[in-house]
């Protein structure tokens, strides 16, 4: 069995428990619950790098650098990565199981309410 250890989950999904303070401080990013099911894409001394497959953004700026009207903006749905501080993790959890490999369908948020039962 493979050792644990940060590193060891970049590009895994994993459950994270947050405190309380996460979901008030990063409601604004799709985080509305303390428990989640994520991808962690990068891991620092500092905290978590959690993939967002569909962070939603509004663009002052179109592609080609020129200015875009306010009747024109749109949200939009980009691939984003959300840094999350040590000090707001509680708890990680790191499934043993192959069947995660194959799930890389990407979740509208990054995470979800975690209930009593999890269906995998």
């Not at 490999?101 to 309410?113: L, S, V």
Request: proline letters at 3%; a negative charge.
């Amino acid at each position: 069995m493979e050792r644990v250890s940060y590193e060891n989950l970049i590009g895994k999904k994993v459950f994270l428990k947050l405190i309380d303070a996460a979901v008030d401080d990063f409601r604004t990013w799709d985080i509305e619950t303390k428990g989640l099911l994520v991808c962690i894409s990068g891991v620092e001394s500092e905290g978590l790098w959690l993939r967002h497959p569909n962070f939603k953004i509004t663009f002052k700026v179109a592609e080609d650098g020129g200015q875009i009207p306010e009747d024109q903006k749109k949200q939009e749905k980009k691939e984003a990565d959300i840094f999350i501080p040590w000090r707001y993790v509680k708890g990680i959890a790191n499934i043993h199981d192959d069947r995660f490999k194959y799930d890389n369908k990407p979740e509208k948020k990054i995470g979800f309410t975690i209930s009593e039962e999890i269906e995998i």
